[in-house]
């Protein structure tokens, strides 16, 4: 919904949905009944339930294993081998936080010019 409705939001992630909004779509998730008609209408509090879902993760996306790899490969000045070092660290994710990132990655400005297989 967000990638069909929401891109041409704006400040999709910054604006913050009403809190009786998002505390009532997370519950809905939570119950996996979600009125998809109703949270079209509103487009910031499911950028705000996403947001929330990756707060509260028990684990960082990016994980806490791999976490002095981000850093080390950010860290690298020369471009193409900071992009490498970086694509070395996505492929020792897991699976799920794999996926997760290349579904965040498409609300990036210019996601188009990513490709992660």
């Known amino acids: 919904m967000l990638l069909e409705c929401g891109m041409q939001e704006e400040g999709l ?7 009786s909004k998002l505390k ?3 519950a809905a998730l ?10 079209s209408a509103d487009p ?11 707060r509260e ?14 850093i ?5 000045q020369e471009q193409d081998m900071r992009l ?3 694509w070395n660290a996505c492929e020792k994710l897991p699976k799920a936080n794999y996926n997760n990132i290349r579904y ?11 490709k992660m297989s």
């Open 13 to 19: 992630f910054r604006v913050a949905p009403s809190a």
């Open 24 to 26: 009532k779509l997370k």
């Open 30 to 39: 939570d119950c996996c009944v979600v009125d998809v008609q109703e949270c």
């Open 44 to 54: 910031h509090a499911i950028a705000g339930a996403l947001k929330s879902y990756l």
């Open 57 to 70: 993760l028990p684990e960082p996306l990016m994980t806490f294993e791999l976490y002095d790899e981000w």
């Open 72 to 76: 080390q490969a950010s860290n690298i």
């Open 84 to 86: 490498q070092a970086l």
């Open 104 to 114: 965040l990655i498409k609300f990036y400005p210019n996601s188009q010019n990513i």
